[in-house]
């Protein structure tokens, strides 16, 4: 079956530590996107990638990065500079061209302890 | 102002309800609409998808887009409490990069 598959579910950071989630996709899907998901607040999008090996950042990049190395993987990594990273992380992608819906994976819940 | 207004609920009904789901949007350029549902802990799906003005019917689920208005609604009737999750309407428009820009999502509860 295809679909966006993040790993892991539940994931725990301790403080000034990086930690990276996994977002595969076997869509065939140019794009993709990382979502943060804070209670009350809606998704807001971290950074996105329409093709390999390019990026951009979205309305919350600070402290966070990410790789377009392969059509279908789409990693982030929180850094240490992200002072309050706990949230539901999303990953999303489209086809990248008109009238295309998004398809979500099923999110990492990152914890700071 | 945000790009797209939704208010975040919550909604109760009791089962059997028709319920009424809405967003306003200000950015005219918009021509595509859709509604995700959200269950607790999970990612969102897609419900329903339309494309400029006008009605899609999906079974219980109606989406309605008024472009003139820049209002979209989502009504399902016969409510059940399986519809109880968190809805989020979604909008993108023509040209550029075709992103994908949220509402914050109306929590739905609809009990028995």
């Known amino acids: 079956d295809g679909g966006i598959t993040q790993s892991p579910k539940y994931l725990f950071r301790k403080e000034g530590q990086n930690v990276t989630l996994s977002c595969e996709q076997n869509l065939n899907h140019d794009a993709m996107y990382w979502y943060r998901q804070d209670p009350g607040q809606g998704l807001r999008l971290i950074y996105y990638?329409?093709?390999?090996?390019?990026?951009q950042k979205g309305d919350i990049a600070e402290g966070y990065s990410v790789s377009r190395e392969k059509k279908e993987s789409f990693p982030l990594t929180v850094t240490s500079a992200q002072k309050n990273p706990t949230a539901f992380y999303l990953c999303?992608?489209?086809?990248?061209?008109?009238?295309?819906?998004?398809?979500f994976g099923q999110g990492t819940r990152l914890t700071v302890v | 102002q945000k790009e797209v207004e939704q208010d975040p609920g919550p909604l109760s009904v009791p089962e059997g309800a028709i319920v009424s789901l809405n967003c306003t949007y200000s950015?005219?350029?918009?021509?595509?609409f859709m509604w995700y549902r959200q269950y607790s802990r999970k990612g969102p799906e897609l419900l329903m998808y339309t494309y400029s003005s006008g009605n899609k019917e999906d079974g219980r689920f109606t989406a309605q887009v008024d472009k003139s208005s820049k209002y979209i609604s989502l009504f399902i009737r016969d409510s059940q409490p399986s519809d109880s999750a968190t809805y989020l309407c979604a909008m993108s428009k023509t040209g550029g990069s075709y992103i994908p820009t949220f509402g914050r999502g109306t929590s739905l509860i609809v009990h028995p």
């Open positions: 950015n005219s350029a918009f021509q595509y």
């Open positions: 990638s329409q093709i390999v090996n390019d990026f």
């Open positions: 999303a992608s489209t086809s990248g061209q008109a009238n295309t819906e998004a398809f």
